[in-house]
């Protein structure tokens, strides 16, 4: 096998290029999908059956089918609907965050379903309304608790975003793709891709288990 570092160093600007992109995508999608996930959690938890049916709905939606439809679904429908013209850039955002949403949501149920009903009991008799509750008592403690499933889901996110390469978003495995089919080369387009996600994801890993220690 002939592994030719020349055509690494010649695509290198664009791989950390793409992987700044890969970065950014997946912060604004944890960002937007974190925000939605709560809305959808409480929504899931409500005793009102008409906000607890439809975000059940969303979630197992979005829990149940693949990923990588979702993105063409966003890309070549709700994008152009919202905006006239689909945007590989924005569909990943949209996609990724409405995706993470799903699961993030499910990660605040259990966070918060984790506390102790008795502290729920207690802040009410001391005259606090249910939203003074929720965001003085119980988000506090659950978001502790939500941490490392939070990190694994951005990681999760990091290593999905190599999908967007389907719809040219050009982040990461895009310009892997684009290295492959100018040099028809397999080993080092993919090895390099594999090894700039391997150090983003362990580089997180290693972050969140120090967040963790000092939590």
């Known amino acids: ?25 997946s912060i604004l999608s944890i960002l937007f999908g974190s925000v939605l996930g709560l809305g959808v959690g409480l929504g899931k938890m409500s005793h009102r ?22 993105i063409l679904l966003v890309h070549f429908g709700v ?10 850039i924005v569909a990943s955002i949209v996609a990724l965050s409405l995706n993470s949403a799903a699961y993030t949501a499910e990660i605040f149920r259990a966070g918060i379903q984790s506390i ?34 939070f990190g694994n889901e951005f990681i999760v996110l990091v290593k999905d975003s190599s999908l967007f390469a389907v719809i040219a978003a050009p982040e990461l495995m895009y310009w892997a793709n684009a290295m492959r089919s100018q040099y028809f080369k397999v080993w080092e387009p993919y090895l390099t891709a594999a090894l700039i996600y391997f150090i983003l994801t362990y580089s997180l890993s290693k972050l969140l288990g120090y967040v963790e220690r000092k939590v």
């Open 1 to 25: 096998m002939n592994f030719r570092f020349d055509i690494i160093v010649e695509y290198l600007p664009l791989l950390l290029k793409g992987t700044l992109l890969t970065i950014g995508i």
């Open 49 to 70: 059956w008409f906000l607890r049916y439809p975000m059940s709905i969303y979630v197992n939606f979005f829990r149940g089918t693949p990923l990588l439809v979702q």
């Open 79 to 88: 994008v152009p609907l919202f905006l006239g013209t689909t945007n590989a």
């Open 116 to 149: 102790d009903k008795g502290q729920t009991e207690a802040a009410h008799s001391l005259g606090m309304t249910h939203f003074q509750t929720m965001r003085l008592i119980i988000l506090p403690q659950a978001i502790k608790r939500m941490i490392p499933p």
